[in-house]
């Protein structure tokens, strides 16, 4: 079983920041992927950003060079940092958890069993 809780959502205007936390009880695993999630109103949801235990990483072509994922292990949290944000954005996002995954074979659809609730996220133009 992955628990999975996120923080830091909000509201923001277009241009600013925010950093999303994600404590995740799959640091346990020898092997991992933990990825953030988001889904518009309307739209289906789609990976964001993923990192695996050897901290490699991976990005949506519509964040890639805006948003960056990051973890501390020791204190078994992932982190989204975003800037630059655009009205775009806007969407709840969510983390999720892969036990046994590596980023460079992995797929979004492989995250199946363990999601966070979700936090808000708003960019007003």
């Known amino acids: 079983q992955v628990l999975l809780e996120e923080s830091g959502g909000g509201s923001v205007q277009a241009g600013g920041s925010l950093r999303l936390s994600c404590v995740a009880s799959?640091?346990?695993?020898?092997?991992?992927?933990v990825g953030w999630f988001r889904q518009a109103p309307g739209k289906e949801r789609e990976g964001v950003a993923a990192?695996?235990?050897?901290?490699?990483?991976k990005y949506s072509n519509s964040v890639k060079g805006r948003f960056t994922i990051t973890q501390d292990k020791a204190k078994e949290t992932l982190y989204l940092q975003m800037d630059n944000l655009k009205p775009e954005d806007t969407a709840i996002y969510y983390c999720?958890?892969?036990?046994?995954?590596?980023?460079?074979?992995?797929?979004?659809?492989?995250?199946?069993?363990?999601w966070g609730q979700g936090t808000q996220v708003t960019v007003s133009s």
């Open positions: 799959v640091y346990k695993y020898n092997s991992f992927c």
């Open positions: 990192i695996d235990r050897e901290d490699v990483t």
């Open positions: 999720a958890a892969d036990p046994g995954c590596h980023v460079p074979t992995m797929t979004w659809y492989q995250f199946r069993n363990y």
